[in-house]
């Protein structure tokens, strides 16, 4: 028997976060919403509601790597606003290797016949829901 999975996918941008929840299987991700960033409290606000609602087990955090593998400034600040985020929300975060996947989640609009310009927070959401499959994956 399979163990139930509640975990959040976070795609923490400058401007906006996208998330990305899961079937309680822990099999698929799929996209939530996305937040525009205006202040922690109002990101938490949001956050605790969805965490509560879901029942979230935990947070998992996309960490945008360099290509070559490095942890850069971007990466280190995205660490240190999901560690925020984990202590407040007292929920753990586990961190998943997120390189390509805004690029990806391009294509998948592209491929729909859109505009990825005209869709940021579609990219964010899609992008939130990859970061959370590859950490579903990891885990099977």
């Known amino acids: ?59 998992v955090v996309g960490l945008p790597y360099t290509m070559n593998g490095a942890m850069g400034a971007q990466a280190r600040q995205i660490k240190a606003f999901a560690r925020r985020l984990s202590k407040t929300l007292n929920v753990p975060v586990e961190y998943v290797d997120e390189r390509l996947t805004s690029h990806e989640a391009e294509q998948m609009i592209l491929a729909e016949g859109h505009s990825p310009s005209r869709h940021k927070a579609v990219i964010d959401r899609k992008a939130a829901a990859l970061i959370l499959q590859r950490w579903l994956d990891l885990r099977s």
């Open 1 to 59: 028997m399979l163990n139930e999975v509640s975990a959040l996918g976070l795609d923490i941008g400058r401007r906006r976060i996208g998330i990305a929840g899961c079937d309680r299987t822990g099999l698929i991700a799929f996209g939530l919403k996305t937040l525009e960033r205006r202040s922690f409290q109002q990101i938490v606000t949001i956050l605790q509601g969805i965490v509560a609602e879901r029942q979230i087990q935990v947070l």
